[in-house]
């Protein structure tokens, strides 16, 4: 991560997808639930990503709005 930021000046949105990202990964490493998965079992979203979905979800709507 540290490469990746070195000398970047990242807006909020590219920050966001970036930790969104990163947050994938060590989930999809902690569950392994990465690639190697066998492809009969469902991936389940973590609580925490469908919340953050549903909030960006709601914010578009009132955007829109």
Do not use: C, F
């Amino acid at each position: 991560m540290e490469e990746i930021l070195d000398g970047k000046d990242l807006n909020i949105t590219q920050l966001n997808r970036l930790i969104h990202a990163a947050a994938t990964v060590i989930t999809e490493e902690i569950n392994g639930t990465g690639k190697y998965k066998l492809e009969t079992q469902r991936s389940k979203t973590p609580p925490w990503v469908r919340h953050i979905h549903e909030s960006i979800d709601g914010i578009r709507k009132e955007l829109s709005a």
